[in-house]
């Protein structure tokens, strides 16, 4: 298929190359730019607490992948961290005009959406304001909380609009032709993505239902502390176990489902999902291996249950990712050189 790009001539095949058009690379480095503001502002925050804490660096980078090891840091914890550097590889490829970058950075943007909506929630209880003014880090923290809001907005703005139909032809040039279909190889990496998580997102929900439904178990606080900050009580910019988990829920259904459809390229969104949520259950398995888990999980069925859960979320996170990152390799080797790459 042949179609023109302004002044240069597109000849890739199926006409879907791998770069944003050049009318959207404003919007590219904008969300580029916040994207890695606000990923700064969490390691200052994770420098803050190593230099504060007891703890020395090497504590800090066992701490990482180990959650029995003393963390240097306990202002942030590994949800932040993931998103971190999630947030900066996102802005790499918004530098570098990577059409994933955009439901990647779609994706982080409705995240932090989320995150500043349950602060505001928070900051409705009268309590919960006044350790805000009376922390010596409170000032700090509202900040970081308010910056997130505006990354939030600014991201969602710059890049929802930023679709490649709104691809401009010169005056002269015949009607656009109908957008061609996905390709069948991107339809089925895409559905198998999409099974892969929903199966890991109705397990999960299977767990938590189960944790609700527990002898003892305040299921409304529960609930409540997924979206209301200040049920936690702390100012620490670490997540909630509550919000993590049916955030995490949450992010599995809504992305599966649309990955099942096919009718998106989220690539993007798929992968930084995906590797979070990898790095999260590599946690889990160090923190299995160190507390000896593996030889006593089997004595129960729910314990075999919970590790076969583990083994299919190490499994399919990685699948995803592979596949998800060779699927890119793929497209750019058909699509060959980008017109951006050879434009003065």
Same mark, same amino acid.
């Not at 995150?115 to 000032?139: F, I, K, M, N």
């Not at 993505?193 to 178990?217: E, H, I, K, P, Q």
């Not at 299921?219 to 995490?248: C, I, K, P």
């Given at each position: 298929?042949?179609?023109?790009?302004?002044?240069?001539?597109?000849?890739?095949?199926?006409?879907?190359?791998?770069?944003?058009?050049?009318?959207?690379?404003?919007?590219?480095?904008?969300?580029?730019?916040?994207?890695?503001?606000?990923?700064?502002?969490?390691?200052?925050?994770?420098?803050?607490?190593?230099?504060?804490?007891?703890?020395?660096?090497?504590?800090?980078?066992?701490?990482?992948?180990?959650?029995?090891?003393?963390?240097?840091?306990?202002?942030?914890?590994?949800?932040?961290?993931?998103?971190?550097?999630?947030?900066?590889?996102?802005?790499?490829?918004?530098?570098?005009?990577?059409?994933?970058?955009?439901?990647?950075?779609?994706?982080?943007?409705?995240?932090?959406?989320?995150?500043?909506?349950?602060?505001?929630?928070?900051?409705?209880?009268?309590?919960?304001?006044?350790?805000?003014?009376?922390?010596? +880090? /409170? #000032?700090? @923290? !509202?900040?970081? *909380?308010?910056?997130?809001?505006?990354?939030?907005? $600014?991201?969602?703005?710059?890049? %929802?609009?930023?679709?490649?139909?709104?691809?401009?032809?010169?005056?002269?040039?015949?009607?656009?032709?109908?957008?061609?279909?996905?390709?069948?190889?991107?339809?089925?990496?895409?559905?198998?993505?999409?099974?892969?998580?929903?199966?890991?997102?109705?397990?999960?929900?299977?767990?938590?239902?189960?944790?609700?439904?527990?002898?003892?178990?305040?299921?409304?606080?529960?609930?409540?502390?997924?979206?209301?900050?200040?049920?936690?009580?702390?100012?620490?910019?670490?997540?909630?176990?509550?919000?993590?988990?049916?955030?995490?829920?949450?992010?599995?259904?809504? +992305? /599966? #489902?649309? @990955? !099942?459809?096919? *009718?998106?390229?989220?690539?993007?969104?798929?992968? $930084?999902?995906?590797?979070?949520? %990898?790095?999260?259950?590599?946690?889990?398995?160090?923190?299995?291996?160190?507390?000896?888990?593996?030889?006593?999980?089997?004595?129960?069925?729910?314990?075999?249950?919970?590790?076969?859960?583990?083994?299919?979320?190490?499994?399919?996170?990685?699948?995803?990712?592979?596949?998800?990152?060779?699927?890119?390799?793929?497209?750019?080797?058909?699509?060959?050189?980008?017109?951006?790459?050879?434009?003065?």
């Amino acid at each position: 298929m042949v179609m023109r790009d302004g002044d240069a001539l597109d000849v890739r095949p199926g006409g879907d190359p791998p770069r944003a058009a050049p009318e959207h690379h404003g919007a590219y480095h904008t969300a580029a730019f916040f994207l890695t503001l606000y990923a700064s502002a969490l390691t200052a925050w994770t420098v803050y607490g190593i230099v504060q804490g007891d703890g020395s660096l090497w504590d800090f980078v066992e701490g990482l992948f180990n959650p029995g090891a003393s963390s240097a840091s306990q202002l942030v914890g590994p949800y932040e961290w993931a998103f971190a550097a999630a947030f900066l590889a996102t802005a790499g490829l918004a530098v570098a005009h990577r059409r994933p970058a955009r439901s990647a950075a779609l994706f982080s943007g409705f995240f932090l959406l989320a995150v500043s909506l349950r602060e505001a929630v928070g900051l409705c209880d009268a309590a919960y304001r006044y350790q805000y003014a009376t922390d010596p +880090l /409170g #000032g700090w @923290a !509202l900040a970081t *909380r308010v910056l997130g809001l505006v990354v939030a907005v $600014v991201v969602l703005t710059t890049m %929802l609009p930023a679709t490649e139909h709104r691809r401009r032809r010169r005056a002269d040039a015949t009607p656009p032709a109908p957008r061609p279909a996905p390709r069948a190889r991107d339809r089925r990496l895409s559905r198998i993505c999409g099974v892969l998580f929903l199966v890991m997102g109705l397990s999960r929900l299977a767990w938590t239902v189960r944790d609700l439904t527990t002898a003892g178990m305040d299921t409304a606080r529960y609930l409540r502390g997924a979206v209301d900050g200040s049920v936690l009580g702390t100012l620490n910019l670490a997540a909630s176990a509550e919000f993590t988990t049916l955030g995490s829920v949450l992010g599995f259904l809504l +992305l /599966g #489902g649309l @990955a !099942l459809r096919a *009718r998106r390229d989220l690539r993007g969104a798929l992968l $930084v999902f995906a590797s979070v949520q %990898l790095y999260l259950t590599v946690r889990t398995v160090v923190w299995l291996t160190v507390t000896d888990f593996f030889n006593q999980s089997f004595e129960t069925p729910e314990g075999a249950l919970s590790m076969a859960t583990t083994a299919y979320g190490l499994a399919a996170m990685t699948s995803v990712v592979v596949l998800v990152m060779g699927a890119g390799v793929g497209r750019d080797r058909e699509a060959g050189p980008s017109p951006d790459d050879s434009a003065p």
